[in-house]
């Protein structure tokens, strides 16, 4: 018997759990020798490629020289690197890196920074607004700030309260806008949105147009934008950040899963210049109360400034148009089958939903996950939502098994 309790798992299902071995661009191995075709970057989180050898040398070469320094009171040479090219290639009004381990850990300092930069600077806002069907992780605070259900129920009493602002559905954006100025007219602190997907929430997607407008009614009201890219950035919608295609540049943003190319765990929230100057001065007590034993891990800072290389080096941005149009043709296809609706595509995202469902617990998708790992690809869905996101590397073949299963899925499930 295994020790070990995996996540978002019901162990007493006893559904079986390979074991993985090894791993090579879009391909992982399991202990059996069988290949698995990685359909949705093991969790959104690799990009380049599992195994990257650029990524894989950088980690390796850090790791034999300084493996972990305390962070408060010392800096080392991966930090700042980093958090140079960070600021090259970012918007320059975001001048600030703090470094965590997690998307979630991202999430809980923008939150804390929003509300220090209200408090130091002496006006009294903590309401957090936030968009209906979001994700921000797992942690009791960027689980207040998203979408309630059956996976936070019993944690009801420990999240905090939040304002609701609904889902900006095709035709019915001037809902959304309304609420969302009535909140910050209402004096919120900050607004929190995943830009142009909401991932977790079911790939839904909106288009540029509309972050762009709940920007500018954030900015009119000085509420805090926070954009959580953590699943967006690095590339997942087509361009570097999903801001970008909005031309907005949010008072923080969080980074994360694609930041080391999806090697190693590591985490940033990037803050403008007004937020940190709301913390600096010689008062000790509006510095920022935050850190975690590795925050800034010299590894994980080295993984991610390879990442950044390959971005600069690379013609990354032609690579992922490349994926999203040879996705398109597939997904065009798989868009006549009866049972699919609501077929969508940003970058290299594609989602539809498997009609004659009944939401998450249903067990069709355990049963689809079973049909998927017997093919040979690792496919997750979101209740009745199907989608993937492979690493910006997969071929053709590969790309056409993952389609295949799908349609084998529609066919049966
Ligand atoms: C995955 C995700 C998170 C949480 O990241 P973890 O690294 O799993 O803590 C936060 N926000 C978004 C949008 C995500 O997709």
Not at 2 to 25: K, M
Not at 134 to 157: K, L
């Amino acid at each position: 018997m295994s020790a070990v309790w995996h996540p978002f798992t019901q162990h007493g299902l006893n559904e079986p759990i390979p074991q993985i071995v090894r791993g090579d661009g879009a391909a992982l191995w399991r202990a059996d020798g069988r290949r698995i075709v990685d359909a949705i970057s093991s969790w959104w989180v690799t990009t380049h490629g599992h195994n990257h050898p650029r990524i894989a040398a950088a980690i390796a070469e850090q790791a034999g020289r300084l493996d972990q320094i305390i962070f408060a009171g010392y800096t080392h040479e991966p930090a700042e690197t980093l958090a140079a090219g960070l600021r090259a290639m970012l918007p320059d009004a975001l001048t600030r890196v703090f470094f965590s381990d997690s998307g979630s850990t991202s999430v809980e300092v923008a939150l804390k920074m929003a509300l220090g930069y209200w408090r130091n600077g002496g006006e009294d806002r903590h309401r957090i607004l936030v968009l209906d069907h979001g994700y921000h992780g797992d942690t009791i605070g960027a689980m207040s700030v998203g979408a309630r259900g059956v996976f936070n129920r019993a944690y009801a009493p420990l999240l905090f309260d939040v304002g609701s602002i609904p889902f900006p559905d095709a035709g019915r954006e001037q809902a959304t806008y309304d609420a969302l100025a009535a909140a910050a007219r209402a004096g919120a602190a900050a607004f929190i949105v995943e830009p142009l997907v909401l991932g977790a929430g079911g790939m839904r997607m909106y288009p540029a147009a509309v972050l762009a407008e709940m920007h500018r009614i954030c900015a009119t009201h000085g509420v805090l934008f926070i954009a959580d890219e953590v699943m967006t950035g690095w590339g997942r919608t087509g361009t570097l950040t999903a801001c970008e295609q909005a031309g907005v540049v949010p008072d923080l943003m969080c980074l994360s899963k694609g930041l080391t190319g999806g090697a190693i765990p590591l985490a940033v929230t990037m803050a403008s210049e007004a937020i940190y100057q709301a913390h600096y001065g010689p008062d000790r007590a509006t510095m920022f109360f935050h850190s975690s034993s590795y925050t800034a891990n010299p590894v994980a800072c080295a993984a991610a400034s390879a990442n950044l290389a390959i971005w600069r080096e690379e013609p990354v941005v032609a690579r992922i148009a490349s994926l999203g149009e040879r996705q398109a043709v597939r997904l065009a296809a798989m868009g006549t089958h009866p049972r699919v609706a609501n077929a969508r595509r940003l970058g290299t995202i594609a989602a539809f939903e498997l009609e004659g469902d009944e939401g998450y617990l249903s067990d069709r998708a355990p049963k689809l996950m079973a049909q998927f790992r017997e093919a040979g690809v690792l496919l997750r869905p979101l209740g009745s939502t199907l989608y993937v996101m492979p690493p910006y590397c997969i071929d053709d073949t590969d790309l056409d098994a993952i389609y295949a299963a799908l349609g084998e899925a529609c066919d049966l499930g």
